[in-house]
């Protein structure tokens, strides 16, 4: 198996599984503090992080791919996600996992049509800086695992 058709299994099964949690949550679970520094995340806001977050990531990669330079020097990631939740605070807990599926499956298309040497390519990501797409797609991952983990808590 190729190593972009890894990377994309990995981000298939991983998706399946935020799918599944999140859709065994009850109403009164959305609601539910995740973060309170600064801005409150309940975590309805870290759905909707999942999915405006990989939106604008794999448009990102894309360009990157197409030979852009990725993220801009003054890219400001609170500026961003406080944007994003903004435009997306009308969306219900049902819409928000209907657009996490659709972005997921997105995601798993375009990482499967890469080819193994562009994952050589360097761009600059807006988190980890200079690096490779290779990198940036595990980092896909790796960040929902953060944010996985500090759901979970919330909920005990």
């Given at each position: 198996?190729?190593?972009?058709?890894?990377?994309?299994?990995?981000?298939?099964?991983?998706?399946?599984?935020?799918?599944?949690?999140?859709?065994?949550?009850n109403e009164?679970?959305?609601?539910?503090?995740?973060?309170?520094?600064?801005?409150?995340?309940?975590?309805?806001?870290?759905?909707?992080?999942?999915?405006?977050?990989?939106?604008?990531?794999?448009?990102?990669?894309?360009?990157?791919?197409?030979?852009?330079?990725?993220?801009?020097?003054?890219?400001?990631?609170?500026?961003?996600?406080?944007?994003?939740?903004?435009?997306?605070?009308?969306?219900?807990?049902?819409?928000?996992?209907?657009?996490?599926?659709?972005?997921?499956?997105?995601?798993v298309a375009?990482?499967?049509?890469?080819?193994?040497?562009?994952?050589?390519?360097?761009?600059?990501?807006?988190?980890?800086?200079?690096?490779?797409?290779?990198?940036?797609?595990?980092?896909?991952?790796?960040?929902?695992?953060?944010?996985?983990?500090?759901?979970?808590?919330?909920?005990?």
């Amino acid at each position: 198996m190729s190593e972009t058709a890894e990377l994309a299994e990995k981000l298939k099964i991983e998706g399946d599984r935020m799918l599944q949690f999140f859709s065994e949550l009850n109403e009164a679970d959305w609601t539910k503090e995740v973060y309170t520094e600064g801005t409150t995340w309940s975590i309805r806001n870290v759905l909707s992080h999942y999915v405006t977050s990989e939106r604008g990531l794999i448009k990102l990669f894309e360009s990157i791919r197409q030979g852009g330079t990725g993220a801009a020097d003054d890219f400001s990631i609170d500026r961003y996600n406080a944007a994003q939740q903004e435009k997306t605070k009308e969306y219900t807990p049902a819409e928000l996992l209907a657009q996490y599926k659709e972005v997921r499956a997105n995601s798993v298309a375009w990482v499967a049509s890469l080819k193994d040497e562009e994952l050589e390519i360097t761009g600059r990501h807006p988190f980890l800086n200079e690096t490779v797409i290779r990198e940036m797609i595990k980092m896909l991952y790796i960040h929902k695992q953060l944010h996985y983990r500090d759901v979970k808590k919330s909920l005990k």
